[in-house]
């Protein structure tokens, strides 16, 4: 497996899957691979009509062609989807498979259970589309852009795509990035030995810090979903003095803004780099994560870790695995303010047992987290995918 195309579709706002699909296209070009990619950007949605984009949606052409081509002319062993939402489309699998390649997917949230993606609604999680064949819900609450056309197309996409047994037969090998995904993609009529599990992981390793800055950190996209407003409502409930640092961008900012100036201890550093996020936390006391969605594989849990930052994350979805409770940190209820100020108050005392999760931190990111550990974890699924891909096409499937 010595050649690997990456394929991948760029969302509008950069994120977490961008993130990590350039960093398995570094980490498999540092192994030796020969690697290939295609990408497209949805900046160009703007320029296609309604009728186009469903269209595309559903089969892009172009795509399927283009693909084609390529493989042929290139002859990869693995082709490796992570997003294919909306331009590059289901289509892709099918060149792929066409071609002679065994097809990989990587599934960093829940489109193929839900057209919304994160299985949130109203500001809770919401499973009700999981096991219909058809995702009317979607479409009643206008689940995908707040538009029930939208949330139609996305239906239907998945609809149709479950008929043809495109999720089943197009696909090789899927990877989850937590057991809990692995278990919830599994309702979703996947063949558990298809699943596989591959955690996000940081190539660089920014070393542990310190800890000593005083303050509690909160890094990440500012929206409803994070658990902003439970996070904000247990800062008035603390009882002793701490300090919030709050980094990142999103729709919420304006309310973070006005929150700010009632609120006593709370501190809005903006948008900054990657590293800067680093050092961020490897000065903090702790990293919050108060989500109240079913979150897929937060970098920023991994960056905290490898920082030796423990996390206080909500008992929720995958982050009930990957905090360990009382030993990389600290779970709290989700959407309670006031076990969530319980737990930032702990914060301000109890050294020595801060210290103790600090360390479990540095350590699970160096036995988990890792590139090595990463990249072998990969091989391994690109091996299970050629010999499923073989398996299928001796049996002509």
């Known amino acids: 497996m010595k050649k690997v195309l990456l394929v991948h579709n760029y969302y509008l706002h950069p994120g977490g899957e961008d993130t990590v699909f350039a960093a398995e296209c ?12 295609y990408t497209v950007h949805n900046r160009f949605i703007e320029f296609l009509d309604r009728f186009t984009l469903f269209a595309k ?8 062609r283009e693909l084609r081509k390529l493989i042929s002319e290139e002859r990869p062993e693995i082709v490796h989807f992570h997003n294919t939402f909306p331009l590059i489309s289901p289509a892709a699998y099918y060149a792929a498979r066409q071609s002679g390649a065994a097809v ?7 489109r193929l259970l839900c057209p919304e993606a994160r299985m949130f609604r109203n500001g809770a999680t919401c499973e009700l589309c ?7 819900p979607s479409i009643r609450f206008a689940c995908y852009q707040k538009s029930r056309a939208a949330s139609s197309v996305v239906a239907i996409m998945l609809s149709l795509h479950r008929t043809l047994g495109t999720w089943k037969k197009a696909v090789d090998a899927y990877i989850a990035l937590t057991e809990f995904a692995r278990w919830k ?3 979703g009529d996947i063949a558990a030995r298809r699943v596989h599990i591959k955690p996000n992981f940081l190539a660089n390793d920014p070393g542990a810090g310190r800890g000593d800055g005083g303050y509690i950190l909160f890094a990440g996209r500012l929206s409803a979903e994070k658990g902003l407003d439970t996070l904000f409502d247990a800062m008035k409930l603390v009882k002793n003095n701490i300090t919030l640092k709050v980094v990142g961008d999103g729709p919420m900012r304006h309310a973070l803004l006005d929150h700010i100036q009632r609120l006593k201890g709370v501190e809005y550093a903006g948008q900054k780099t990657h590293e800067e996020v680093l050092a961020l936390m490897k000065g903090a006391r702790m990293l919050v994560v108060p989500s109240v969605w079913y979150e897929g ?4 849990i991994v960056e905290a870790f490898a920082s030796g930052c423990p996390v206080i994350a909500s008992r929720i979805g995958s982050l009930i695995e990957l905090i360990q409770h009382e030993t990389t940190g600290l779970h709290v209820r989700p959407g309670d303010a006031a076990d969530l100020a319980a737990k930032l108050d702990y914060t301000s005392g109890n050294q020595a047992h ?4 600090r360390r479990a931190a540095r350590a699970v990111f160096e036995s988990q987290y890792t590139m090595e550990r990463n990249y072998k974890i990969l091989m391994e699924i690109y091996e299970k995918a050629s010999c499923e891909y073989r398996t299928r096409k001796h049996a002509g499937k």
Not at 104 to 110: G, R, S
Not at 297 to 300: I, L, Q, W
Request: glycine share 2%; charged share 20%; proline share 2%.
């Open 297 to 300: 594989f937060p970098m920023t």
């Open 185 to 187: 993609i599994c309702e």
């Open 130 to 136: 999981i096991r219909r064949r058809f995702a009317w």
């Open 354 to 357: 801060i210290d103790r999760m």
């Open 104 to 110: 990989v997917q990587t599934l960093h949230n829940f």
């Open 26 to 37: 570094s980490m498999l070009a540092a192994k030796g691979h020969t690697v290939l990619r």
């Open 57 to 64: 949606t559903l089969w892009n052409r172009q795509v399927y």
